[in-house]
């Protein structure tokens, strides 16, 4: 057999790096050689998640000033940083190790537009032209370009799973591109794992709220996608919730459909689309998903009803958000760019109850 | 100080009962005379609902087939019953006992329409002229028929959560009435305490899903009151989902403005319509309520945004469902039922966190 | 009718001082004139709790430094901040207003011993005249020295679930006392309200731990009293552990009867010993009580059951943290300091579910 | 490579059925190849576990009377049904297909002795010849005898959870065994799938208790294995509780050292015991276990720690009671007999947050 691939993860403390080691150490075809951690620097992986305690060969967490990316000599690297930092990080790791594939799941690299951008983050991109270098990693969609990319921009969880159902029905224009409105929960793991007043438990148990009603960043990658599968501008409404749970995105997504189409025909054009597709799962027409369904593993699946209202439909997806959502993508996104089987080390059945 | 009124509570075992209860063992002009029970007749309170230990003097749960209704001479009458059931024993009490006040809690006694009864319920209505009676108990919409009424059909949380926000806005032309879409969230103790596998603790925590999808009994109740307050058939989209938390309903309601009114004149509508009222408070521009921020109190929270979409507004409401939802409310009409200051019995603040 | 005292609320931006707030806000006899909070000064009360937001005649929040105690001219302050910073605050306040009545909250000054004090937190109490005058708050214990009191130290929340079971049988001989272990379960809130990465939701949701194992602070206290009850020195063994539930703490206690006495013995001397308080309930032999029946009352509900190992017993309290551990009791601490009856403002039932 | 073993799990449609499922599937020397559920015969498993809908290929769910278990011609049999059932059904199975390995996850063979399952089951067993062949299925106690069993008696989930750090203490006469207090906590799947109003969500979230004090049906386990290894009879003291969250058990164990062993020496023995288990970790001394670091996986974490009362330790042991505490344990089993590495199947890590 041949020799393992050498991976790092930077930013490993977070819960999207966690979720990270959890599948790496499982996969055949990989060895973790570099974690990294800022605060947590001179830690142990079991000292910031101690489930990984009896691994006590994982390497200990480094901060990412001390490493030399050339020496480190990695085959892929998975960025869990925050925004903008990575930029930076990904910049100078490609600068000095230009053959490590990099698998992004921050959303700087997700939009292709610099204007775009510089208008939703509020600053000017500090690495253009790997802004322009990146594919999207939405493997069921952009497979192809992915198989061939060096840096993957792994999509946002709330846009994966409002996207899964959506492109396949704007693509065959079956949809009224003017009135979707998608209305969209996520468990808290979502929220990352910074120390903020508004996340603590007793904050969150016993409750559920919207939040940044109108106006969300997630709808410039969403803009992004929707419009290049339209081929024209599109523009949703989109609400996020919070739900008080760990894990899980469910949509609830209005459409309207084009020409006469009923919901049983959006129902036909996805469960065709996704036939062969591992990890999206139509399920039965009327039938919609729960989030426990899916928790833990790489799954999306789709629900598709009629509403009562004549030509309109409700669309239902729910994925986990640590794994389909980010960690999980991000390890298909490797199996395609090193050219491995697709599914490998991503066959976790869903954890429920 | 005059007698205390005579109260009785049948179905007291449920959960919307055991709020009742709650709630009129503070209320300074009542004392609870009767609580019925089916299969915990013979049963005391305390046996049902522990917190109620400390309350020795609660009459026994009793069986309804037992009671002599006149004897009774019970004042008001709060009937927590299930659906079908309700419409036999208000008839009969009623007929026996016809100076007493009931709150019905049910469904049974909400729709006018003989017709759109049967055609919702799959059977005719067996107390038709007492449906005819019956004054639907949404104070803030219905406060003056409901001082005269003898019959009170209280309406249901779902749709209380989504009248209160677009009742005035339907009724001032101020929204386009063809693409009204409600997408609602609620707490699980709405579910009732049957005891279903469904509903069981570990079928719920951890995930989150939609259900009745397209199709849902409540829709009736909101199609004749939106009718009513346009003056014109009004259908709209309704979606229910279940949160895994105890208490709380949210409803986030995507509407467009007619005659180009902006989402700020919708909250400016709002915001005039509700100055008064004790129980609904419309949030300043922009901010968005949290159920947890009306738990356990009367209080219903109104939040109205902009979409990015321009013409589109996105209203959100927040209630507790077995208090504004279903007991709490039930008291309010007590209130206005028996002339007494409304909110009387009702000034608990929200339990948070 | 009396004019309303003025009451100040120290730290009103954390748990205890919002509960503090829902409680006063329908006191009788009370008018909230002062609310401090640092971070939050210059904001208002909703800011920080939006359920306060109906009630817009709240005093804005200001920061400590700003006040003269004089002229606040409080009747009574309650005291919720943090440790170390209370007596510094309480030196002060009670310099310049000699007059007012002070109820804290916080552990500063339920330790009557200079030396233990600064055993237990490593340095020395700032205001050691105060540490004597203050009079220990479990009102069911210390009623009379209590009603005389101008400081007063509310017990902490796991102690008071602890001594109340315990205190009565200590008195009596009635249980040996080398052999108690009192395992402890606390909700999210008794960790308070500051950001810090092991409260947040998805680090507690769907887990459970122990924490502080073999040392805490809350010791100190236990030792203080049951040795005073004892009149002897008494050790216990006590572990607490974390729940992912708001509120509400049980403790299951582990005895051994001295001199033959069974644990029917025991609840006969519980059942007597709190046969007239009005926040105490002993229940049925053998029954046990559950948190969610005290939730958001000033109950303490306690039972008593048979080992199956002869002579031993095991007790289990439950009481609402933020009430009967912390702002209920406090209140009541309040009412009795001011000669007011002693339920005054605290018959909230609990609200269950 | 050899053919895959033939597989039933009888009793499919509850908790630990799902769970057996969800292992099975991967498991790399398996084919599942028939699956049984009562109420549900005749619904395929997507219908009781939407989770599985991904894999249409799996057995339907038929009634047990329906099976000819000659021509089933089982490799294994997983039994995951109520107990007494179970005696009649393992009673038949083995007599006509004798071959058949059979692993109990019910509580029917894990008494030895006939007297002590009648004294706590209230009826004589049915089936007494194998009562007595069974083995009771811990492997890190009884290894050697499981490999040559062919019908394994699977240990409940609190008992697994407290044996595991008891034992090794036990046999070395290391604690004094007339004072162990087990104080055990569990997830809401212990209780099962059955419709019970006890475990509805809204009975169960926000709020803790503790059920069965002084006397539970998993003592006599806990007796005959504690008395097994201290070559005397044992009795201790158990209490079990409901934790408001799916998965996990966490037992706090107070012990005390025998002849001056100190908390350090305990931990030194259960070091060494389990140094080179796969599935039992033994935390560095002082550190104790959460339940969120083992869910999902068949781990057990075991913590030692000092109390502040010389001579006393406390142990604290966390599990996942589907898995290490049901379905993960039953899997190790079959590994055992079967002759297969025993970690076969069962290297899912933990699934946290």
């Known amino acids: 057999m041949a020799a393992k691939a050498r991976i790092g993860v930077l930013g490993a403390s977070g819960y999207t790096g966690g979720e990270l080691v959890r599948l790496l150490l499982r996969h055949p ?18 000292d910031v998640f101690p489930q990984f305690s009896p691994f006590p060969r994982l390497p200990p967490l480094v901060g990412i000033a001390e490493i030399d990316w050339a020496a480190a000599a990695l085959d892929v690297a998975f960025c869990a940083l925050p925004h903008a930092t990575t930029q930076k990080v990904v910049k100078e790791l490609l600068a000095r190790s230009p053959a490590t594939k990099v698998i992004d799941l ?26 322009k270098e990146a594919v999207y990693g939405l493997a069921e969609i952009h497979r192809r370009a992915i198989r061939n990319a060096r840096l993957v921009a792994n999509p946002g969880c709330y846009t994966t799973c409002a996207q899964l159902p959506l492109i396949p029905l704007i693509r065959q224009k079956a949809i009224d591109l003017a009135e979707i409105v998608i209305d969209a929960k996520s468990g808290m793991t979502g929220a990352g794992r910074a120390a903020k007043e508004a996340m603590l438990f007793s ?13 969300h960043r997630h709808m410039a990658e969403l803009d992004q996608e929707f419009s290049l599968a339209a081929g024209r501008e599109v523009i949703v409404t989109f609400t996020p919730h919070l739900v008080p749970m760990n894990r899980g995105i469910l949509s609830t997504i209005y459409v309207r459909g084009r020409r006469g189409r009923r919901a049983e025909d959006l129902h036909a054009i996805l469960l065709k689309f996704y036939m062969k597709e591992p990890f999206v799962h139509v399920l039965p027409f009327g039938e919609t998903p ?30 986990d958000n640590l794994v389909k959502g980010a960690a999980g993508q991000a390890v298909q996104n490797m199996n395609l760019v090193m050219g491995w089987p697709e599914t490998t080390g991503l066959e976790q059945i869903a954890l429920f109850p």
């Open 203 to 215: 904050e969150v148990a016993e409750g559920f709220n919207a939040y940044g009603v109108g106006r």
């Open 29 to 46: 075809r990989v060895e973790i050689a570099l974690l990294t951690a800022e605060r947590s620097a001179g830690k142990s992986m079991r």
């Open 106 to 131: 921050s959303a700087d690299f997700r939009l292709r537009d610099v204007a775009a951008y510089a208008r939703w983050y509020g600053h000017e991109h500090q690495a253009p032209e790997l802004q």
């Open 290 to 319: 729960h989030t426990r369904h899916v928790r833990g593993s790489n799954m999306t699946f789709i629900g598709v009803a009629s509403d009562r209202i004549p030509g309109r439909a409700i669309l239902v997806s729910a994925l």
